[in-house]
């Protein structure tokens, strides 16, 4: 069994970035593929991006291209999200999930594990 564990959101202005950590706990991730999805109110889940077990390759949806950095530390069973140039349409609640594949996937139903969420909130 996994559990997992995201940290670091918060109130952010508009234009500014944050650090998401997921930290696991009760075996190590290092063979897992992870990903980050985020939800706001009313709407349905959203893919951010995930990463390869290895962290040797990252895919990101849309929205975020290009403003995200998804890394994980295998050391520390950790992945982490930096987001920069924040719009107030990426406040949502963040969740870090876990495939039980290698390579992951950006269908959030295809992972097993998942985390509480961290709220992030963008103000304009």
């Known amino acids: 069994q996994v559990q997992l564990e995201e940290s670091g959101g918060g109130l952010v202005q508009a234009g500014g970035s944050l650090e998401l950590s997921c930290a696991a706990s009760?075996?190590?991730?290092?063979?897992?593929?992870m990903g980050w999805f985020r939800q706001a109110p009313g709407q349905e889940r959203e893919y951010v991006g995930h990463?390869?077990?290895?962290?040797?390759?990252?895919s990101y949806g849309t929205s975020v291209g290009g403003r995200a950095t998804i890394s994980r530390d295998n050391s520390k069973n950790t992945m982490y999200l930096k987001m920069h140039s924040l719009k107030p349409e990426d406040t949502a609640t963040y969740y870090c999930?876990?495939?039980?594949?290698?390579?992951?996937?950006?269908?959030?139903?295809?992972?097993?594990?998942w985390g509480q969420g961290t709220q992030v909130t963008v103000s304009s």
């Open positions: 999930a876990a495939h039980l594949g290698a390579f992951g996937s950006p269908r959030g139903s295809e992972y097993m594990y």
């Open positions: 009760g075996r190590t991730v290092a063979t897992y593929a």
């Open positions: 990463i390869y077990a290895s962290g040797d390759k990252v």
